[in-house]
């Protein structure tokens, strides 16, 4: 092969893996764990008390810290099992300014896949 080739097939893979890894940093979501407080459908709105990652006996999800957050939902996030106040849930989210925007909503507590 001749070098301007190999030049040419090693700039084509740079630029490939270049744009994988800046579309797989923009997929990238925050997460959190708690307790659905309210679950506000006129606004769409989820608002939970989140909780840490110290899991116990007492605590499978972890403990709860007293801090609340609110999340909005958009119609392109996806809701597993719809949660209900009391449910544990784990909120995939992306912030914007000071919004966070729901990406994905699983009910931990009523998908327990420890439980099968």
Do not use: W
Not at 6 to 27: D, H
Not at 35 to 57: G, Q
Not at 92 to 99: E, L
Not at 100 to 115: E, F, G, P
Request: aromatic share 6%.
């Amino acid at each position: 092969m001749e070098v301007p080739m190999k030049r040419s097939l090693l700039g084509l893979f740079l630029a490939i893996t270049g744009a994988f890894l800046m579309v797989s940093t923009a997929l990238a979501a925050d997460v959190a764990q708690g307790k659905v407080l309210s679950m506000d459908k006129a606004t769409n709105t989820l608002t939970i008390e989140e909780f840490d990652t110290h899991k116990s006996a007492d605590h499978p999800y972890g403990r709860p810290t007293g801090v609340t957050s609110e999340y909005k939902i958009e119609k392109q996030t996806l809701v597993g099992i719809p949660p209900q106040p009391g449910d544990v849930v784990r909120v995939a989210y992306k912030a914007h300014g000071p919004d966070r925007i729901a990406v994905r909503i699983m009910n931990v507590s009523k998908q327990d896949l420890r439980k099968k």
